[in-house]
């Protein structure tokens, strides 16, 4: 792309309620999704509500949904997600906007600790540190999760967040699933409960937006998957 031509970009203004507004951006070679988003706060409305701060995929701030799409804008090029040279730019779905492109994630983050996101710890200061073998079956599937970094994309992508808001969540139950395979944590059978409670692991439809969407490329599904696995073993065992 070069600076020859305009994108016409339509960007959510005001809060739930809001509506689109449409702005003129010059292309530009090699031009991602945020570098539109901040042209247009810097050059055409100092107004404009969004977030980011690494820029290059490292905290997932600048998630927005682009073109109905979940996505990284920091990481998404202009030329890979243009239709016709137009974008049209809203905030993550399924939490509350608080104004522009910038929603309210506290509700995100209170499912991560009902879901008993908190490492739990057995053992103190004092003792020594705990040997935890990498080849180990738990280890490995520990480490499958372990790298969400929390941008909520995968809570925007999840149908049944949309139609269940008590829903946990794909990134909670993930990181449940992850503290659940760790051999150090104390905090198995409480945790079972809370991800099983209510609307926990067993209301996922196992669709798979979660996995398809992640930036990260990790796997809520299975995740998910797993955690179903341990609650029927525990119900199987009359455990918790």
């Not at 292309?27 to 050059?43: G, M, P, W």
């Not at 990134?171 to 409960?193: P, Q």
Request: net charge positive.
């Amino acid at each position: 792309m070069t600076g020859a031509r305009d994108l016409a970009v339509d960007v959510w203004r005001g809060d739930d309620a809001g509506e689109l507004q449409r702005y003129a951006v010059p292309a530009a070679e090699k031009q991602t999704v945020l570098d539109v988003v901040t042209f247009i706060q810097r050059r055409l409305d100092p107004t404009l509500a969004y977030r980011f701060a690494c820029r290059v995929g490292m905290c997932g701030s600048c998630a927005m949904t682009v073109n109905g799409k979940p996505r990284w804008t920091c990481r998404t090029n202009v030329e890979t997600v243009a239709n016709s040279g137009r974008l049209e730019l809203r905030p993550l779905r399924n939490m509350p906007v608080i104004k522009d492109l910038a929603v309210d994630m506290a509700g995100f983050f209170d499912k991560w600790q009902a879901a008993g996101g908190r490492f739990v710890p057995t053992e103190s200061r004092a003792d020594k540190p705990a040997i935890v073998q990498p080849e180990s079956a738990e280890r490995r599937a520990a480490d499958a999760g372990i790298e969400c970094i929390n941008c909520g994309i995968c809570t925007a992508a999840c149908d049944v967040v949309a139609w269940e808001p008590e829903y946990l969540g794909p990134a909670a139950l993930n990181r449940a699933w992850t503290l659940m395979n760790d051999v150090r944590d104390g905090g198995h059978d409480e945790r079972l409960k809370a991800v099983t409670a209510g609307a926990g692991c067993l209301s996922c439809h196992s669709q798979g937006s979660c996995a398809r969407h992640c930036p990260n490329g990790l796997n809520p599904t299975a995740s998910i998957a797993g955690l179903k696995r341990l609650a029927l073993i525990a119900t199987l065992r009359g455990g918790p």
